[in-house]
């Protein structure tokens, strides 16, 4: 089979074309999809925004709820892409068998996981962009300076699908990818600055929270919720693209020894 194709990453004509069909089948299932998105941070943002917010008043020189809603921008664009390109991905991957029917074409897996890709940062984008409107209803922004949040939600989808990708290679089920959310996504939620500043950790773990993607996506949604320019805009996009850029490469490599012979 690695004969009838080009496996080398990089052809936009296939990549776009499994985003599209990504796209279509997500149209019949919208309704639920939405819903599963956006009700857990709308709880949040409803629940702690509102209720412990009463209580905090202010936080980093903005109100709880608008410190709260940046967090859970970053964090909900961060759980869209994960899931999408761990728990579907495999779904199209293994039971579905739907690569072996792409894999017949001229298509390669470098297209295949590249519009795995796109379709995973159009699901943060997606999200990110509900739950902003919805946190503007709630009146925790009010400047136009936050619409530049909704483009970066598309650069966290990316950040977080390429790694996830890696682990969809190297699942053997679906149980696998629970390791990966509570070892790694689950500590990212809570300790990259959601709920509370990071200068509130010891010295050492404020460092070791610098490495992880979370902590630069909120670096750039939470100033401009709050109408201001993120500081070193650069670095945290680098390291967006890094994580991202670095994930997919692998997962093509890997995804290339799993399914061809």
Not at 91 to 115: C, F, K, N, W
Request: hydrophobic share 55%; charged share 10%; aromatic share 12%.
């Amino acid at each position: 089979m690695a004969t009838v194709f080009n496996n080398s990453p990089g052809h936009s004509n296939g990549i776009l074309a499994v985003w599209r069909r990504n796209v279509l089948v997500w149209r019949r299932l919208m309704a639920p999809s939405l819903l599963v998105n956006f009700g857990e941070p709308l709880l949040y943002l409803l629940g702690l925004g509102y209720g412990l917010g009463m209580f905090i008043g202010e936080m980093a020189g903005m109100s709880y709820l608008a410190f709260l809603a940046s967090g859970i921008i970053a964090s909900s664009a961060m759980n869209s892409a994960t899931f999408e390109a761990m728990y579907s991905v495999y779904t199209r991957m293994i039971p579905q068998r739907t690569y072996e029917g792409m894999m017949a074409t001229p298509m390669s897996v470098g297209d295949i996981l590249g519009g795995e890709l796109l379709w995973c940062a159009s699901k943060s984008l997606i999200s990110g962009t509900a739950i902003l409107a919805v946190a503007s209803v709630l009146g925790a922004v009010d400047n136009l300076l936050a619409l530049w949040v909704i483009p970066i939600t598309f650069i966290i989808g990316l950040c977080f699908a390429g790694p996830a990708l890696v682990m969809t290679a190297f699942a053997s089920g679906y149980d696998f990818f629970n390791y990966y959310m509570t070892l790694i996504v689950t500590p990212m939620f809570m300790l990259c600055g959601v709920f509370f500043p990071i200068d509130r950790f010891p010295e050492l773990l404020q460092q070791f929270v610098q490495i992880l993607p979370l902590t630069h996506a909120i670096a750039l949604v939470r100033p401009l919720m709050a109408g201001h320019m993120p500081t070193e805009i650069v670095l945290h996009l680098f390291v967006l693209l890094l994580y991202a850029a670095g994930g997919y490469l692998l997962a093509v490599r890997l995804v290339q020894r799993r399914l061809i012979v």
